[in-house]
């Protein structure tokens, strides 16, 4: 069992940057694969980074490509998503995401056990 619990939302301008993170509980973080993923207000949930339990491989959707990144502490029990050159189509509640790492890495939504109950990002223009 693993709970998330999601922080660091809020208001930014476009160009700006922001950075959010995610505390998890429970002995399994360190064998999970984290994800992070957002959804926008009448859109469905949507795959933004994904990251292995060692840290070592990483999955970024093509629209964040370049402008985020995904890390983890497992000392900490935290991922994190960094956010530069934020743009209004980036504004969506984000989730991060957890499943078992002999799973394998992964960017669908359904492939993902544990969920936090998200943060917002909203990036004004």
């Known amino acids: 069992q693993v709970q998330l619990v999601e922080s660091g939302g809020g208001l930014v301008q476009a160009g700006g940057s922001l950075r959010v993170s995610c505390a998890a509980s429970g002995r399994t973080f360190s064998s999970s694969v984290m994800g992070w993923f957002r959804q926008a207000p009448g859109k469905e949930r949507e795959f933004v980074a994904a990251?292995?339990?060692?840290?070592?491989?990483?999955r970024y959707s093509d629209s964040v490509k370049g402008r985020f990144t995904i890390s983890r502490d497992n000392a900490k029990n935290t991922v994190s998503l960094q956010m530069n050159s934020l743009k209004p189509d980036d504004t969506a509640a984000y989730f991060c995401a957890a499943r078992p790492a002999f799973l394998g890495i992964t960017t669908r939504t359904r492939d993902y056990t544990y969920w936090g109950q998200g943060t917002q990002v909203t990036v004004s223009s």
């Open positions: 990251i292995t339990s060692s840290g070592g491989t990483t």
